[in-house]
């Protein structure tokens, strides 16, 4: 597609659910990034995707949250047991090369009650 | 330790005034540096982009900004500020040898008339 696209763009879940959101990059893209942004705050890196490598999940803060990238491609990052300090704004980015600068979806707000 | 920093969390600056925001890195050698700005409720933007040369560059929107090797500065800047630039503006830094954006906490920008 033209953009970055985020699903769903507002999620409202209980807490102790579990969520996916969803990130369709740009076709072509190699790189897809995880970040987060909670209310008043910078971005958070969570994790990133490159190519076939395997991905960095340094940023991850829980094993509560998990990410996978399908065939190079779209990426759902899940969130187990949802607490309510997990509300904030998840923000996926693709990138071709660094020289292309990172293409950001619209992001998906996460309210968890 | 690898970082970036914007040392200002909230700039007031009146409609037409110039405009400076703050970047600075740590870093072992220069990395890609680059300026993005994010609208309320929006995803973030790619204003420009650094990577080798001249060290003053054009983005969109009529914003430039200016690599200082001796500073490890990348200060944002445009010369009349309009109303449609109150936003939240982001400096990244990605180092050469990993494609990997780190992101500065963020600089609320607020015009006033």
């Known amino acids: 597609g033209a953009g970055v696209s985020q699903s769903p763009s507002n999620k409202v879940t209980e807490k102790g659910k579990d969520v996916e959101l969803r990130c369709d990059p740009i076709?072509?893209?190699?790189?897809l990034y995880w970040y987060r942004q909670s209310l008043g705050q910078g971005l958070e890196f969570l994790i990133y995707?490159?190519?076939?490598?395997?991905?960095?999940k340094s940023g991850l803060p829980s094993d509560r949250f998990s990410a996978e990238r399908t065939g190079g491609s779209v990426s759902t990052l899940t969130i187990q047991r949802t607490q309510q300090e997990d509300s904030a704004v998840y923000l996926c980015?693709?990138?071709?090369?660094?020289?292309?600068?990172?293409?950001f979806g619209s992001g998906t707000r996460l309210t968890v009650v | 330790a690898q970082s970036v920093t914007q040392p200002d969390i909230h700039i007031t600056v009146s409609e037409g005034a110039s405009l400076e925001l703050r970047c600075n890195y740590s870093?072992?050698?220069?990395?890609?540096l680059f300026w993005y700005v994010q609208s309320p409720g929006q995803g973030l933007q790619l204003l420009l982009k650094?990577?080798?040369?001249?060290?003053l560059v054009q983005g969109i929107k009529g914003f430039e900004a200016e690599f200082k090797r001796s500073q490890s500065s990348f200060n944002l800047r445009k010369p009349s500020v309009h109303w449609s630039d109150a936003a939240e503006y982001f400096c990244?830094?990605?180092?050469?040898?990993?494609?990997?954006?780190?992101f500065g906490t963020g600089t609320k920008l607020q015009v006033i008339p």
């Open positions: 870093y072992g050698a220069t990395p890609y």
């Open positions: 980015a693709s990138s071709l090369d660094i020289a292309s600068g990172y293409t």
């Open positions: 076709s072509g893209h190699t790189a």
């Open positions: 990244a830094v990605v180092p050469f040898s990993y494609q990997k954006v780190t």
């Open positions: 995707f490159q190519g076939n490598s395997a991905p960095d």
């Open positions: 650094y990577f080798s040369g001249d060290t």
